[in-house]
C-alpha cells in the first residue's frame, strides 16, 4: 500500500506498507514539472502514487532514496518520464 499526503506546500510524505514493514520517503514536488507531466489531468498526489508504483516495480522500497525530488527518478530510470506522463 502506498499512501501519500501533503506534509506543506510542494512536499509530500509517501509511506509504503508491504510485506509486513514500512518505509517513509519524503518527496518534492514543483508545478512545473508537475503539469509537465500530466498537464492537470491528475493530482499531484496520484502522480506521485503512480511515480512509487513504477521504483517498486524496479526495485525494493528499502533502496528508494529516503528524500528526494521527483526528477531525479530520470536521472535513475530514463524511460521514467516517458512511462509516467498522461
Known sequence: MI?????HGNEYRVIIEE???????????????YEELTHRTIQKEELIK???????????KESILRKFDLKV???????YEKVISV
Do not use: A, W
Request: hydrophobic share 25%; aromatic share 14%.
Open 3 to 7: 499512501n501519500v499526503s501533503n506534509i
Open 50 to 60: 503512480n511515480s512509487f508504483e513504477f521504483l517498486l516495480q524496479r526495485e525494493s
Open 19 to 33: 510485506h509486513g514493514s514500512s518505509t517513509t520517503h519524503t518527496v518534492t514536488l514543483d508545478d512545473k514539472y
Open 73 to 79: 527518478i530520470s536521472r535513475y530510470f530514463p524511460e
